[in-house]
């Protein structure tokens, strides 16, 4: 599987990019400090995996919630409430791990977390809209990947 599955510049056209940075004096708590607002919650946490695993084992997750006034792609959605466990992506370990919005409501938009400190005070959510498939993740993966890279550099 790979970048024949899926063109690079439709990646890019669906990849977007959020920061959200550690409310001090928690564990758990994140607050949106960079990106487009209104995509996801302004707050959201980061917790250990509480629920039963499924075909993919999963050891966090992310759950948030829109205010009654804050504005959200999903606001309409699960009584405002957004939620996913983070599966690890194989061969890329430098990710947290991806997750999706949601299949329940056939959505599926793409999470990938990073973090280059572990999510100990912030780390970036990457979403790519329409690219939750299994058989897209290792291309978003890759794309990625050189993406972060070339950030650095």
């Given at each position: ?34 990106g ?76 990938i ?12 959510i ?28």
């Open positions: 599987m790979g970048w024949d599955l899926i063109n690079i510049d439709t990646i890019r056209s669906r990849h977007q990019i959020l920061t959200y940075q550690l409310k001090q004096g928690t564990k758990s708590s994140y607050y949106l400090m960079d487009t607002k209104g995509l996801l919650p302004e707050r959201l946490s980061f917790i250990p995996y509480s629920g039963k695993d499924g075909i993919r084992k999963a050891y966090s997750e992310i759950d948030g919630r829109y205010k009654i006034n804050e504005p959200g792609l999903y606001y309409l959605m699960n009584e405002r409430k957004i939620h996913t466990k983070l599966i690890p992506v194989k061969n890329y370990s430098q990710f947290i791990g991806w997750g999706e919005i949601d299949e329940r409501f056939r959505i599926y938009d793409l999470l977390l990073y973090s280059a400190n572990g999510c100990q005070h912030d780390f970036q990457h979403h790519f809209k329409g690219l939750a498939k299994i058989e897209l993740l290792e291309s978003v993966c890759n794309y990625l990947q050189s993406f972060l890279m070339q950030k650095a550099s």
